[in-house]
């Protein structure tokens, strides 16, 4: 008797397995002549964001030192901010900028800049 559950069992395992593995073929092509328009991109996320950060060495031509700090992020209201931070270093002296971006969801665009100059 168990034998006979064992296998009974067993054949409905594989019979599940069998029909959940099942290909489908991928649909037809459209109709010539049909225009074909891909999906916009979602919408951005509020809150999220990117950064990116670059660094440049000193170079043979003397003591130089760039970093570039580049973010990019959607605040509550759908807006686009981008803020991008440099610092460069030489043998003159130093430089700060911040430049800070921001569009709206008309197209609108502000971008403040601050630059500090600092002399050796």
Known sequence: MTKHLLAAVTAAVLISGVAS????????PP???TVVVPA???PPVPGASTTTTTTVSPNPDGDH?????????????GNTVIE???H????????????KTETD???GTTTTT??????R
């Open 65 to 77: 030192r760039e970093t570039t700090i580049h973010k990019e992020e959607v605040d509550r209201k």
């Open 21 to 28: 593995a099942q290909i489908y073929p991928p649909a037809p």
């Open 114 to 119: 601050e630059t500090t100059t600092k002399p």
């Open 84 to 86: 991008k931070d440099v």
């Open 105 to 107: 969801r008309d197209g």
């Open 40 to 42: 916009p991109p979602p």
């Open 31 to 33: 109709p010539p002549g």
């Open 88 to 99: 460069r270093e030489g043998i003159a002296g130093s430089t700060d900028t911040h430049a």
